[in-house]
């Protein structure tokens, strides 16, 4: 087995030749704990849960999309420029690439979307969506257009609160996630790898203070008990993605 090295709030390495740059901006994390057995069988091939302490965890990741540029090229600014809200999941693989792997990616123009299904099998839908702010809250609002399951939404509004000096190591486990798993290559075949690079993450506490949604059960998963256990906002970081690379294997228990 190959254990996977500590979380660390920086990228292992910088990707030198992006496949693609852009920058997340207005961040809201949402997160539940959740048995691993419970998401094991949602994930691609090649993958296992990543766990903290016991638990994995179902992500709520609300946020704007800024200027998507292809390789070196500039970014694109209205097709690149675009709300979005991910259901992701936390994944390792026998390299010990800790990754996230997204249930659903809803988000508001519809070429990247088709893009994003067609060119790299990402779980992309289109929606109708807002991202607003007003003082210290930030409301994200998303309903479903295409291709379902129609009336799939989301209204959340959090309060935020100081810069976090130093995050904790749940922090960072939720957050420092270097890249993702998915099958790029069909269903049929192993998961791939696709890193990213960007400045360690700006957090500070948030609240929720409206939480209304239906895209956590929409993607296939169990309906969060509770309130998040974990819940933060980031002003954003400018990324840049690689290449995805095949893993091989699967961790052993």
């Known amino acids: 087995m190959v254990e996977p090295s500590a979380v660390s709030p920086d990228a292992p390495s910088r990707i030198r030749s992006p496949l693609l740059t852009q920058r997340w901006l207005d961040l809201a994390f949402l997160h539940w704990a959740v048995d691993p057995a419970a998401v094991s069988g949602l994930l691609p091939r090649g993958t296992v849960p990543d766990t903290y302490d016991g638990a994995t965890y179902v992500g709520l990741v609300a ?21 979005e809200t991910n259901v992701r999941l936390y994944s390792v693989d ?16 519809l070429i990247p979307v088709v893009m994003g299904r067609v060119g790299f099998r990402l779980p992309y839908l289109w929606s109708r969506m807002a991202v607003r702010r007003a003082g210290d809250t930030v409301t994200y609002t998303s309903s479903r257009r295409w291709p379902g399951p129609r009336g799939a939404y989301s209204r959340l509004t959090v309060r935020v609160g100081e810069r976090i000096a130093e995050p904790t190591g749940l922090e960072h486990f939720l957050t420092a996630r270097w890249g993702m798993h998915n099958a790029f290559f069909g269903e049929a075949g192993p998961s791939a790898y ?25 993607a296939g998963l169990p309906a969060p008990e509770g309130d998040p256990v974990s819940v933060l906002y980031s002003p954003g970081v400018p990324v840049r993605l690689g ?5 091989a294997g699967l961790p052993t228990p």
């Open 94 to 109: 026998a390299h010990g690439r800790r990754g996230v792997v997204f249930r659903s990616m809803d988000a508001a123009r």
């Open 194 to 218: 696709l890193p990213n690079d960007h400045p360690r993450w700006p957090l500070h506490r948030a609240e929720a203070v409206v939480r209304e949604e239906n895209l956590i059960t929409a």
């Open 243 to 247: 290449r995805p690379a095949r893993p």
């Open 63 to 83: 946020f704007r999309m800024h200027r998507v540029g292809w390789l070196r090229l500039p970014g694109v600014p209205y097709l690149g420029t675009f709300p």
